[in-house]
Each structure stands twice: as structure tokens, then as C-alpha cells.
Nanobody, 132 residues
Framework: QVQLVESGGGMVQSGGSLRLSCAAS????????MGWFRQAPGKEREFVSA????????YYADSVKGRFTISRDNAKDTVYLQMNSPRPEDTAVYYC?????????????????????????WGQGTQVTVSS
């Protein structure tokens, strides 16, 4: 019954912008920290961003800091990823994921919420392709 459904992916030019959405259902959204991960062909899934259950704290991979913004609307059970100034190297399938609140912070002391093992729920992914 648990579902995370990403949308908003597609093709975008370098220097443009794109907003991804992830709609959650089947669980108490506000009890979960949420994250965005991405995976390019032949590559391992990597951390992009995370936001805590209330939206009080956010975390970003170094590669996207200053360009991407994560947010959430608990009234709508939705988490977003605003992608500004995307680059070709941002091309990947983007996944949203949910982790029981606080769990992601226990996996790393210096990089909280980075580990995929903290997340119990995953969406199907949405393709983002950035052209130069």
C-alpha cells in the first residue's frame, strides 16, 4: 500500500530549471525524513538531498549545493526537488525515498542521511536528462 510516485522529470537544457515532485501515500508522511537519490547507467545510486520530517533541516551532496533545493509540504504528503542550473552530469534517474525520522542521522556522523540503508520506502524513479 505504500507508494512514492515521482513526477516532473524530463529533458532540460543546461542553465534551465526543473522541479521534481514525489507524492507519498500509505504511511504517515510527517513521521518520515525524505531524501532524493539518483542513479546513472552503470553507476551506483548516490545521495542528492534530504529533508527531515518537519522540514527543519536539509542536507545536500556537494555536487548540487547552491543549485538544488529540497522542500516538503506535509499537508500534501509531497516532497520536492527544485533543480536550478542543471548540468549534463546531473542526468540520471531520480528517486525519492523515505526513512523513519532520525534513522538517517545514525548512519554517518559527518554525512547524515546519505546512506541508502536508512531508507525503507522508494519510488519508481523519474528520468532527468540535461543537455548542453
Amino acid at each position: 500500500q505504500v507508494q512514492l510516485v515521482e513526477s516532473g522529470g524530463g529533458m532540460v537544457q543546461s542553465g534551465g530549471s526543473l522541479r521534481l515532485s514525489c507524492a507519498a501515500s500509505g504511511f504517515t508522511f510527517s513521521n518520515y525524513d525524505m531524501g532524493w537519490f539518483r542513479q546513472a547507467p552503470g553507476k551506483e545510486r548516490e545521495f542528492v538531498s534530504a529533508i527531515t520530517w518537519s522540514g527543519g533541516s536539509t542536507y545536500y551532496a556537494d555536487s548540487v549545493k547552491g543549485r538544488f533545493t529540497i522542500s516538503r509540504d506535509n499537508a500534501k504528503d509531497t516532497v520536492y526537488l527544485q533543480m536550478n542550473s542543471p548540468r549534463p552530469e546531473d542526468t540520471a534517474v531520480y528517486y525519492c525515498a523515505g526513512a523513519v525520522k532520525g534513522l538517517g542521522a545514525t548512519y554517518y556522523s559527518n554525512r547524515p542521511y546519505h546512506d541508502t540503508g536508512a531508507y525503507s520506502y522508494w519510488g519508481q524513479g523519474t528520468q532527468v536528462t540535461v543537455s548542453s
